[in-house]
């Protein structure tokens, strides 16, 4: 009897997977209704030499099985705490990790960039909040023309804490023609014409993306917030043709080589003559850029010689070439944060 138990387990014990299959064993051998224990709690029916015979046996069976199960016991615990490292298990699928991507309109303003500067054109910004100086005045818009209207803003109130208060009618009229009057959030990029050549000397070509704000109901094509690309060159003898065929060249690299345009006839206070570029674009001529020949006015407001130096000057919509070039029926859908619609490019 003890030496089949002996048998089965020790055998038992040295083949436990886990402490949960070792904790029944010891429960089958020595629990209070284990084997063992019946056997050894059995002695007293026994005839004396036979106690004194299995006594002694079952005593040291379970002494022996107490040993066994315990060094089991710390071999599966050593084991179970292995590094994590052997228990990996190489064929789970693994979790992907989401890469963003850049937005639409920094996709194609980085591309218009590259163009330009593959044309020799260099890039600056400038500020979104513009006085009426540089939005306005300097560039041949003044106070009473109609063209205020086209580009009707957003206009700062100046606080008493910068030193500026709401200020009175009077105060206003003292701050036409000074560069540092009242703050508007700019209309358009071309006020970064006045700045450039207020501080740089021609000849040069240079193009300004940036955002530009119009106080306008909002629907499909017209947001208060969209972006532009200004484009200016100055220099001795550059003419409209000089535009054209760089206007050729970019909206061919943007739009592919079978791409047709055509200028046609606009007035902008600040260039003369002016015209606007249309593309064509499904069967539809879309407007894409107002341009012209810088006017004299805007030359003698940055005290360059008119009669000595000529340019061009251009403001194409970034967004509206976005919209063409991605196919979105939509300009909201730029600003609106719907990640259905950013994943898609
Ligand atoms: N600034 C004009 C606009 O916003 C576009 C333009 C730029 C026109 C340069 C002529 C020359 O509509």
């Known amino acids: 009897m003890i030496e089949q138990i002996k048998k089965t387990a020790v055998l038992n014990i040295k083949k436990a997977l886990d402490l949960k299959g070792l904790e029944d064993l010891r429960i089958k051998y020595l629990g209070r209704k284990g084997e063992l224990t019946r056997m050894l709690r059995g002695l007293k029916d026994l005839s004396l030499a ?43 699928p693994g979790h992907r990790i989401k890469l963003g991507h850049i937005h ?46 086209m580009w009707d803003t957003f206009w700062l109130k100046q606080s008493a804490k910068s030193g500026l208060f709401a200020r009175s009618d009077l105060q206003r009229k003292s701050d036409l023609g000074q560069k540092n ?7 358009h990029t071309s006020p970064m014409q006045i700045r450039y050549m207020e501080t740089h000397n021609p000849p040069f070509q240079i193009i300004v993306p940036g955002v530009v704000y119009r106080h306008e109901a909002s629907d499909a094509t017209h947001a208060f917030q969209f972006m532009q690309i200004e484009g200016l060159m100055v220099g001795k003898d550059v003419s409209l043709a000089n535009f054209k065929y760089i206007i050729e060249v970019f909206l061919k690299k943007l739009f592919g080589s079978d791409l047709e345009f055509r200028l046609v006839p606009h007035h902008y ?12 674009f499904s069967g539809k001529w879309l407007e894409v850029a107002g341009a012209g020949m810088v006017h ?10 008119p009669y000595e130096w ?12 976005a919209m063409i070039k991605y196919n979105i029926p939509d300009i909201r859908l730029f600003y609106s944060g719907d990640l259905r619609f950013i994943e898609q490019f």
Do not use: C
């Not at 206070?269 to 064509?280: A, L, Q, R, S, T």
């Not at 340019?311 to 967004?319: E, R």
């Open 181 to 187: 009057g009242r703050l508007l959030l700019r209309t």
């Open 104 to 149: 639409p309109l920094t996709k194609i303003e980085e591309e218009i960039r590259h163009i330009f500067l593959s044309l020799n054109f260099s890039v600056v910004e400038g500020p979104e909040v513009e006085t009426e100086y540089y939005n306005f005045d300097a560039l041949n818009i003044p106070p009473d023309h109609p063209a205020r209207d």
């Open 50 to 92: 036979e106690r004194r015979r299995v006594g002694p046996a079952a005593q040291h069976l379970k002494k022996e099985l107490e040993r066994l199960i315990a060094e089991k016991k710390n071999e599966l615990i050593t084991n179970y705490q292995l590094p994590i490292t052997s228990r990996f298990d190489v064929t789970r």
């Open 296 to 305: 004299r006015k805007v030359f003698e407001a940055v005290k360059y010689n």
């Open 310 to 321: 000529q340019g061009f000057a251009f403001g194409f919509g970034l967004t509206r070439l």
């Open 269 to 280: 206070p600040f260039v003369e003559p002016g015209v606007d570029v249309y593309m064509k």
